[in-house]
């Protein structure tokens, strides 16, 4: 009879959900689960977010990726931006806007990555991405500011149903609803879950994730991206990644964003590789677009990606050597885009015991513990 009372009392005092990490992922898991009704509790040791890896990132969201998951996580972002104002209203801000961007993806393939993109066609097709494949000679017709020169075919989209939105704003408006809903946002920097008294804890630390799973194989990888400036804009230009090159680019207001090919990982320090502008990127931007045979380099900054280094892939749900630990990590480059669906994903999972909508059990711990590779070959 003591016992059982001493435990009630020790549930009363225990957090219900803690999350580990505030960026988009542990703020979109606070969002979903609050709206459910779990108190949930978010401790964030840098609320300034300085080198949290959203806050660099270049706010794509898009559908084309090979695996089918990757295709519906990017479907379901889509959705929930566009409802965003109304799904993300709160009595202390009102709607919120996050500045879509709905210019769409264009992904050019060469000869090699040719039979690939086919294959990923078909899984685009199978879950009505509405994606369209042209040949690379037709590229001009469509996009004239293009140099089809050694390419082999192109996929894009053109009915506002990818594009880019403004990072901050997005994890704003998360994070202001979870609070609104009940959510705690506590500044606090975990050293070991094993010091977090809760009945669920979920870990979002990102590229930092290896930090407090030693078998999770999610790190730090530095990108850097540059911003320029060219006499010709072109603002309807989509986010255009060139997979011969590994070089991507978008506008950004009368300026443009261009990402390096080249990455880092053990980078001691988040100083931009600035030799890539002119060794890398400027080389591959001007030839695919002859009008930035023109730039200037106005800028850039670098940040890190949370690379699964086993296959580039999320991984998502329960560690199933603990008894309480889910984790979400290992976006590799498209954490915001996936933050809605994985924060909805994740909710069902620990409030169900199953996936209820999209079927996330391919990014299961167990597939990377045993290193069961299921690579997605799209990261830009
Ligand atoms: C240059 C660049 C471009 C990108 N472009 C895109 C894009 O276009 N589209 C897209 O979808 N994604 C993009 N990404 C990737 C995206 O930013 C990440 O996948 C995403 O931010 C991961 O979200 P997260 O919440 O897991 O990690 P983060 O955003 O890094 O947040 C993790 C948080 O956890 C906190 N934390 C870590 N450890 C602890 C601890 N022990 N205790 C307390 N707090 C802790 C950190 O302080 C941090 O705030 C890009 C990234 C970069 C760098």
């Given amino acids: 009879m003591r016992s059982m009372i001493y435990f009630s009392e020790l549930k009363r005092f225990m957090n219900d959900v803690v ?22 509790r978010v401790f964030e040791r840098d609320p300034t977010y300085k080198n949290a890896s959203f806050p660099l990132s270049l706010g794509g969201f898009r559908r084309q990726f090979f695996q089918k998951e990757n295709i519906l996580l990017g479907k379901f972002a889509k959705e929930f931006i566009f409802q965003l104002p109304d799904l993300l209203e709160t009595k202390k801000n009102g709607k919120p806007t996050v500045s879509v961007v709905p210019n769409g993806y264009l992904l050019l393939f060469d000869n090699e990555q040719a039979e690939e993109q086919y294959e990923a066609l078909k899984n685009h097709s199978l ?73 669920t804890i979920v870990s979002a630390a990102g590229c930092w994730t290896n930090k407090l799973l030693s078998d999770i194989p999610v790190v730090p990888q530095k990108h850097t991206v540059f911003r320029v400036k060219c006499p010709k804009h072109i603002p309807e230009m989509p986010l255009t990644g060139d997979l011969s090159t590994g070089v991507y680019w978008r506008p950004e207001g009368k300026e443009y964003i261009a990402g390096s090919p080249n990455s880092k990982f053990d980078a001691p320090n988040l100083e931009p590789e600035w030799n890539d502008f002119e060794e890398l990127v400027w080389p591959a931007l001007a030839k695919r677009v002859p009008a930035f045979e023109e730039l200037k380099l106005t800028g850039g900054w670098a940040g890190y990606y949370d690379t699964n280094k086993l296959d580039n892939n999320a991984i998502v749900g329960k560690h199933p050597k603990m008894s309480n630990v889910y984790l979400a990590t290992g976006f590799t480059g498209r954490g915001l885009m996936q933050a809605p669906g994985i924060g909805r994903g994740l909710t069902e999972l620990i409030t169900t015991g199953s996936y209820q909508s999209i079927d996330l059990t391919c990014f299961s711990v167990d597939r990377v513990l045993s290193e069961q590779k299921r690579k997605e070959p799209y990261v830009l």
């Fill in 19 to 40: 999350i580990v990490g505030g960026g988009i992922i542990g703020a979109s898991i606070a969002y979903f689960l609050s709206k459910e009704g779990r108190k949930v």
């Fill in 127 to 199: 879950c009505n991405a509405g994606t369209k494949n042209i040949k690379a000679e037709e590229l001009p017709k469509i996009f004239p500011w293009i140099s089809s020169e050694g390419l082999e075919t192109a996929t894009y989209t053109d009915s506002k149903v990818e594009g880019w939105v403004d990072p901050h704003m997005f994890h704003a408006a998360l994070k202001n609803k979870a609070i609104e809903l009940g959510a705690i946002f506590e500044k606090k920097e975990v050293k070991n879950l094993n010091e977090i008294e809760a009945e």
